[in-house]
């Protein structure tokens, strides 16, 4: 087993929170949709009931939706190593003789009311395959211009 040369680890606490969050609103919807439930309501609460207990299955749903959604995103955010030879990621070992190109990207999000203006903007690690296979791997989860700069001396050897 070849030893890394360089291993960045993702930060994940921003993920785990919002796993938290997403756990905690599902449970206090499952709650509350098991308490209406068990209630008794006269004829006249009958509709108001029904529609409480349809939007705490809704809430429920949806919360364990977004609780699968952020544990798969944990899931893909590994640490990246770079060896002597390759560089491996939540998505695989990638040899740099099969890697096409590594750059940072400048993604700006631009206003919906106004083009023109810039709302907010991002440099992405792009990393994209001779068989056009391609990844981002964002500021808010790896130190992307470390990153950078470790890989491209590398690949230039």
């Known amino acids: ?25 599902f449970l206090l919807a499952l709650l509350g949709l098991f308490l ?19 939007l705490a299955g809704f809430a429920t749903i949806i919360a364990l ?10 899931s893909i955010l590994q640490p990246i190593r770079i060896y002597s030879d390759s560089v491996e990621t939540g998505y695989g ?10 750059y940072l990207h400048q993604a700006q999000e631009r206003s919906f009311v106004s083009p023109d203006i810039e709302v907010s903007s991002a440099h992405l690690l792009y990393m994209e395959e001779k068989r056009g296979k391609a990844y981002l791997f964002s500021p808010e989860n790896y130190d ?6 470790t890989l491209r001396p590398m690949m230039d050897e």
């Open 1 to 25: 087993m070849e030893t890394a040369l360089h291993t960045f680890e993702p930060n994940l606490s921003q993920e785990y929170f919002n796993l938290a969050l997403a756990v905690g609103v």
């Open 36 to 54: 209406l439930f068990r209630k008794k309501a006269s004829y006249e609460e009958r509709n108001r009931q029904r529609l409480l207990q349809m």
């Open 65 to 74: 939706g977004i609780s699968v959604g952020i544990l798969y995103n944990i």
């Open 93 to 102: 070992k990638v040899k740099f003789d099969d890697l096409k190109a590594v």
């Open 144 to 149: 992307v211009e470390t990153i950078v700069r």
